[in-house]
């Protein structure tokens, strides 16, 4: 049984529209308001086509402050941090010494000396910590600082009627400012692909900022999203979660878990040149030494891969389906796949066998599938 440490201020309203609280994090967070296939299929093609709004607050928020931050954060990441300026952040990722894949996180820079890091389930303010010590900075876990995130193609349309400016909030930009008279930070970033907003208040505000963004958006089709959908919306938009497109979930016969950002394709968030962060000499010398690699597929008709589908070729199994979703609003049947790097090409042919025995033809496809150019999460005005 999970031991919840922490509680979400907004635990009360998800339990009125039948939200069961599951641990993320040691947070209880809405997974599910309702198990129905109809409300999984809801809630996607709100944020999709108008907005939904979600309780993200089990997100770990680090706060780094002081004349040293810079340095631990810049030690930790593989981002070079001293590009980042005041207002803006960036997405990075963080390695073990072995250079393998721990955790993955949004930097914000609040101010000169003022960082904010916000992680998810692994390591990251462990790594923090630990680099801190000594220092002249402080690490401060922040759970009073509550993160709802609201995505969709109206969602900037809901906050231009109350927040002056946020047209012109750039991706990845952040403001401080206040919605509905309470203090907020918003930050033009997300996890479904979309043009969307997370919006960090306190705890106190936090109810009465979820109601009042629920009670105008209404009109506009905003509605509360379960946290789940997230998994449907980060499938096509090819936006990884760990540990559950990793090998602490699908691990390697004789190998302790851990990937490469090469075998993940996340080494675009290594800054070009950047030495001297966790790994990074490991991190450098596993280019081209992939046991796998993370790519997408396509499959047949409507029916999705189940979560940890076989993947075989030829009739032999030679890799996972991590996560696959079918959307009626773009057309196609997707998944996230841990496959061979040799199999890892635009049109190979493979098959995807779910846990039933169903036997789906499928063939390798380069991701997103959703938003390619990512113009629509990037949108101007």
Known sequence: MAILWRTSALAHRHAEIGGELEDWNGMGTAWFYDHSPERAKADYEAVRTKAGL????????????GEDAAYVIDRVTTRNVEKIMPGRSTYASILNSEGKFVDDCIIYRLSVNTW????????????????A???????????????????????????ANHVPGI?????????????????????????????GYEIFCQAKHAVYLWDNILAEGKDMGIVPVQFSTLDL???????????????ETYPFDGETCGDTLWELGLEFTVSPGKTGFIGAENHYASQGKERFKIYGVLLEGTTPADEGADLLQNGEKVGVVTFGMYSEVNGHNVGIARM?????SPGTSLTVRN???TEIAATAQEMPFYDKDKSIRTAKG
């Not at 010590?133 to 906050?159: R, T």
């Open 133 to 159: 010590a000594g220092k002249n900075c402080s690490v401060i876990f922040d759970d009073d600082m509550h993160d709802m995130s609201l995505q969709g193609p109206v969602a900037v349309e809901f906050l």
């Open 54 to 65: 979600m309780d993200v607050s089990g997100l770990k928020k680090v706060h780094v402050v």
């Open 167 to 195: 047209r012109d909030l750039a991706y990845f930009g952040i403001m401080q400012t206040k919605l509905f008279g309470c203090p907020v930070m918003i930050s033009r970033t997300g996890y479904t692909g979309e043009r």
């Open 233 to 247: 919306l980060r499938t096509e938009s090819y936006l990884l979660f760990y540990p559950g497109d990793n090998s």
């Open 355 to 357: 846990g039933d025995g």
């Open 340 to 344: 061979p790097v040799a199999c890892a």
């Open 116 to 131: 904010l890091v916000v992680h998810g389930t692994g390591t990251g303010m462990e790594q923090l910590t630990s680099v």
